[in-house]
């Protein structure tokens, strides 16, 4: 059994188009988080969300959209794609903790590529 | 902003060598954690450190946790192909819950 689940593992797009990225984990996790790596593999937290908040990266824009139809699942949407927005994209989920106690679970990310 | 710094960027050894990774900041993180990357695949965790001085240990890895909770350090004896990877240092800044990942460290084990 797969923990945290992306889909699609590949994703090829024409500029300006809307595409989804799926997430689900099945580990019972309160938050589920959004990561962005780049061509360096710097990784950057794009969204973090539990059932009580949406934290958001200021960086991120706003053609960028998490949602979240329950606990298990957190989908990311994009609008307009732009040459730049080609990295991979990883989800994550762990569980609530403060001070970051527990470690993330990620899955194996969706390579977003537009042309 | 940057907030963790690994070094070396690229590593390239024998197998049997032994190496450091090194992990800084000039912030404090509440926890700090090391996660190990293979290509095609998301970071799986190693290690969660949160006491300033810690150490842990996993079989060959060694992780320590800087006094003052602003850096850590990872050293693998007698390293294998196996340990062929991207290691990434994470922290937790205190107060909040979102992981911010270091710039990463390319191992590469040569048989």
């Known amino acids: 059994d797969t923990a945290v689940s992306q889909t699609p593992k590949y994703l090829v797009t024409q500029m300006g188009n809307d595409k989804s990225i799926k997430c689900e984990q099945n580990?019972?996790?309160?938050?589920m988080y959004w990561y962005k790596q780049d061509s360096k593999k710097f990784l950057k937290i794009m969204f973090s969300?539990?059932?009580?908040?949406?934290?958001i990266n200021e960086t991120v824009p706003n053609r960028f959209s998490p949602k979240s139809p329950d606990k298990a699942h957190l989908n990311l949407h994009i609008n307009s794609l732009e040459l730049g927005d080609s990295a991979v994209y990883f989800c994550a989920s762990s569980q609530e903790a403060l001070q970051g106690s527990y470690g993330y679970t990620f899955g194996s990310g969706t390579r977003l590529t537009v042309v | 902003t940057q907030l963790l710094e690994q070094s070396p960027q690229f590593l390239s050894i024998q197998e049997g060598e032994n190496l450091t990774v090194y992990c800084n900041s000039s912030?404090?993180?509440?926890?700090l954690q090391w996660y190990r990357q293979e290509p095609g695949e998301g970071p799986v965790l190693l290690v969660t450190?949160?006491?300033?001085?810690e150490v842990k240990k996993l079989k060959r890895l060694t992780f320590q946790f800087g006094d003052a909770r602003k850096d850590s350090s990872l050293h693998i004896t007698a390293a294998q192909p196996g340990d062929t990877g991207l290691y990434l240092c994470a922290g937790v800044t205190p107060g909040a819950n979102n992981l911010f990942f270091g710039t990463g460290t390319r191992l590469t084990v040569i048989p």
């Open positions: 912030s404090v993180f509440s926890s």
């Open positions: 969300y539990n059932n009580k908040e949406l934290i």
């Open positions: 580990l019972g996790h309160d938050t």
């Open positions: 450190v949160v006491t300033g001085g």
